[in-house]
């Protein structure tokens, strides 16, 4: 959906200024689970340099097709999260979107933060896109709130924490030509959006 997209670009932008997005080009990034690459293509949109920018995937063709789509010099491998082929501290900043959620066992969700942390630099950057609730009828995923985060990334300092994307059956209900109005309730009725996105600083082990 077009607001959807719209959202996300807006919320991750906001998430971003932490980060300086006014010298993101000297940025070096990593998307953990970068699917086809997408948040990656907007990266270089804002100014980010391909050549600094990573993503990893755990499936061959999504990597395939982010390949494909990407700019040349993009860096783009087939790994898992348990190990990121990264050396220690060399990320500025490190995201998953919608990744925690889709593991379903708690030390198996530490052991990927662990990895996030290890590659990150003091005093970068972590951001998680993820639903803050868990879907009843989808026993694959779960909720990711602040409490987890918090277990997840001890020896960090929270700087934002956006709410956002309302409920689908309840933005199924708005024709396009109303869709400002979704975007009202979103921000002054933040308890009945699904999604996160939290905005870590580390700064300590």
């Not at 889709?102 to 630099?121: F, K, N, P, W, Y």
């Not at 934002?160 to 309730?185: G, Q, T, V």
């Amino acid at each position: 959906m077009p607001y959807i997209a719209f959202r996300k670009e807006a919320i991750w932008a906001a998430g971003l200024q932490p980060a300086g997005i006014d010298e993101i080009s000297r940025k070096v990034i990593l998307d953990v689970g970068c699917g086809s690459g997408e948040w990656l293509r907007m990266l270089t949109e804002w100014g980010a340099d391909p050549l600094k920018l990573h993503g990893i995937d755990l499936l061959d063709d999504r990597i395939a097709k982010a390949k494909a789509m990407s700019p040349v010099g993009l860096d783009l491998q087939v790994s898992n999260g348990w190990f990121l082929p990264f050396p220690q501290g060399s990320m500025d900043l490190c995201a998953a979107s919608t990744v925690f959620s889709s593991i379903l066992d708690a030390q198996a969700r530490r052991a990927l933060a662990d990895e996030m942390s290890r590659v990150t630099r003091q005093g970068g950057l972590v951001m998680v896109f993820d639903f803050a609730v868990s879907d009843p009828r989808n026993p694959d995923t779960i909720g990711i709130r602040k409490k987890e985060i918090r277990r997840l990334f001890p020896t960090y300092r929270q700087i934002k924490a956006f709410r956002f994307i309302l409920a689908p059956p309840l933005l199924r209900r708005f024709p396009r030509n109303l869709m400002w109005l979704a975007l009202a309730i979103e921000i002054y009725m933040p308890f009945l959006c699904t999604h996160r996105l939290y905005v870590l600083r580390k700064v300590g082990e």
